[in-house]
């Protein structure tokens, strides 16, 4: 397949809103319980880890996060951490990556069997996006995401966007997202891809690692996900364009 240009789509954060999903998951990785409602998290946990959440890339990065909100809501309940602070929490994780990973998509399969009408209700498409993208279905829709395949097919078809697994790039295995783009390049060719995320971190590791001699991938920085103080800041400073959810569905229609 060959096209001149293409637009991909980050998944959490610019599609569908997962957030309490992640928090409910890590909280169960971490503590090894199966718990299945926002409810039965500790308050203070899930509000100090909603707060942090725009730090998490590689989710097994999300465990060590929800031990320190579990370990320090009580005195630090409003705390949004440095990026050194956050970077120190993981770096001091005695468990692999990968392995952790992993603990994350078994929790989360094991959540969807035990209570998957409350997985599914625990997670919200983002308005006005989701409507335009299902109702105009602007083609191909090309999804790379960390989450796993499952996960991401299953929301996709309940909330109704008809999406072939495909075209998903997600982070099965450990997956990066570089190494999930290379596998897009390989596949579609083009001379420009349009990355959409709310990660101003993901933006800036494809931006560094594709661009150093020609501009091929495009960062595009969606304002309302999982955004950190900064974020914005930053997404400007490094020249991304920075969109709305109303200016991203003009740049779908009019590119």
């Not at 495909?166 to 083009?190: L, T």
């Not at 560094?208 to 595009?220: A, M, S, T």
Request: net charge neutral; proline share 3%.
């Amino acid at each position: 397949m060959l096209v001149s240009s293409m637009l991909v789509h980050d998944f959490d954060g610019v599609l569908i809103n997962s957030i309490d999903e992640v928090a409910v998951t890590a909280y169960n990785a971490a503590a090894g319980s199966l718990l299945t409602s926002l409810d039965e998290l500790p308050e203070g946990a899930l509000h100090l880890f909603r707060r942090n959440r725009f730090h998490v890339q590689p989710i097994g990065d999300a465990i060590p996060l929800m031990n320190w909100c579990v370990n320090n809501y009580e005195v630090n309940r409003e705390k949004i951490l440095t990026s050194s602070e956050y970077r120190a929490i993981i770096s001091g994780c005695n468990v692999a990556l990968t392995d952790r990973t992993t603990l994350i998509y078994e929790h989360r399969r094991k959540f969807i069997e035990k209570d998957e009408t409350n997985w599914l209700a625990i997670h919200a498409p983002y308005q006005p996006l989701w409507t335009a993208l299902t109702e105009r279905m602007y083609c191909p829709i090309v999804i790379l995401t960390n989450k796993n395949r499952d996960a991401t097919v299953r929301l996709c078809h309940h909330f109704g966007l008809r999406i072939e697994e495909h075209y998903i790039y997600s982070g099965d295995h450990g997956i990066s997202k570089i190494e999930n783009m290379r596998k897009i390049r390989q596949r579609f060719r083009s001379s420009r891809y349009f990355f959409i995320d709310d990660s101003v971190k993901n933006l800036q590791d494809l931006d560094d690692h594709f661009n150093k001699e020609k501009k091929i991938v495009f960062p595009l920085f969606a304002s309302w996900g999982y955004v950190g103080p900064r974020d914005s800041a930053t997404a400007h400073q490094r020249g991304y364009r920075i969109l709305s959810q109303e200016e991203f569905i003009i740049f779908l229609t009019e590119g």
